[in-house]
C-alpha cells in the first residue's frame, strides 16, 4: 500500500469509528457494569462470551484447570479456586494469506473498596465530564472493548482481513494470569500478540521480572534482663537488610538497558514485611522478612534466584551464629519472568505506524516496571508481544477509576488500522 493509500484507509476506518461513539460507549459501559474482580470473573465471562457471539466469532469458553496449572505454579501462584471463571476467546477467520494476530485483555479487575471513597458508583460506568468511571474502565475493560470496536470498525468500512484474528479475554492477571497462560497452553498461537493494557497511548516492548521470597532468620530467646544470653534474629537481620540495599545500588549502577535507563530505580529490591518478636521483654528468637526483588528482561530466573540467595548466604557465612543457623529462604507468590519484544521489531513497528497514521505523531517507546500477562505470551507462547493501550495505569487501582472516551476511541482507530495493515486486507 502507498502512503497516500493507507493515509486515505486510515481516514476511512477514523470516520467508522466516529460515526460508532455511541455504541462503542455502550459496549465498554455493559462491561464496566458487570463486576468482576479476581476470582470472580464468571458473569463478566458469559456477558463477554454473548458480545463476541453476537459478532460471529468462533467461540470457546473455558476455565483453567489445577492440574493444568500444576507445572507453572511457580509462575501464576496459588489459586482461590478454578471453576465458573471462564475465559472467552472468539476467533474471526481471515481469507487467508495474512499474518495472524492474538488480541488479548484481561477481564478481571482489583476489588472496589470502600464505595463512599468514590465520586461516582463504581459499576455504574457514568460517563462525566468525556471520562467514563468505574472499577475496570481503565484496567483493562477498555482494552477489550478497544479489541471488539476494532473489528466492528473493519467490518462497517467493508474491510475483510486476510490473516486470521483471536481476541482471547482472560481471567486472573491481577493475581499471576492463569488465564493467558491457559490461552497459551491451549494452543492459541498467532504470529504476534497484542495486549490493550492501559498505556496512555504508548507502545510498551518490556515488562519487568519480579521475585518474591521469605526470609526466615531463626535466634534464641531469652528474658530481657539478660539479653546477651540470647541472639536477637532482627540483630542478625540488619546486615542482611544493609546487603541487599547495596545489591539494589549495585544493580542500578551495573546493569544497562535502553529502555529502563530513565528510571532511577530499575531493579527496586523491596522489604515489604518484616515479623519479629513478640514480647517486649523478651529477644526475638525469629524473624520472617517479606521482599520483592526486580530484574530486568535479559535476566534468566534462576540465575537471579542464585544471584541473592548467595548475596544472602555471604553475609550470614561472615557471622558465627548465622553460619550455624542459616537463614532459609522460601519463593511464594507468582514469579514475573521479564520479558521483551524488540523495539524494532515488525510488530512494534506496525503498531507505531499506525499510531502515527491516526495522531500524526510518534507514540512513545517505554518499558513497564510491573509484571503483566504479556510475559506469558512470549515466554511460554513463543509470540512476539506488545501493550498498546487507552487509559492511565495510575488511577487503574484507585477509588474513581477512569477512561478517557476520545483517548479509547484513539485507541480503537490505530488498533483496527494496525490489524488492517497486519493481516492484510483481501481484494
Ligand atoms: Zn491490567
Redesign the pocket.
Known sequence: MSGNEQQALADRISQAVDAARERILGLHRSYVQVRSVTGTEGPMGLRVAETFRARGLETETWAATAEEMQGYLEHVGEQPGYEGRWNVAGKQRGAGGGRSILLNA?IDTVPEGDHSLWSQPPFAANLVTGRIYGRGSC??KG?LTTHLAALDALAACGLRLKGDVTVAATVG??DGGIGALSTVLRGYRADAALVT??TQLALVTACEGSLVFRLTITGRSAHAATRDEGVSALEKFIPIFQDLQHLEQERNATLRHPLYDVFANKVPINVGVVRAGNWASTVPEILEAEIRVGFLPGEELEPFKRLVAERIMKVAAQDPWLRAHPPVITYFGGQFIAAETPAHSPLAGAIRAAHRRVTGREAPVEAATYG??MRHFIVFGGMPCVMYGAGD?RV?HAPDEYLEFEELLTAVKVVALFLAEWCGVAE
Open positions: 484481561h484496567d483493562m482494552g492477571e491481577e493494557e492501559p503483566a500477562d495505569i487503574a
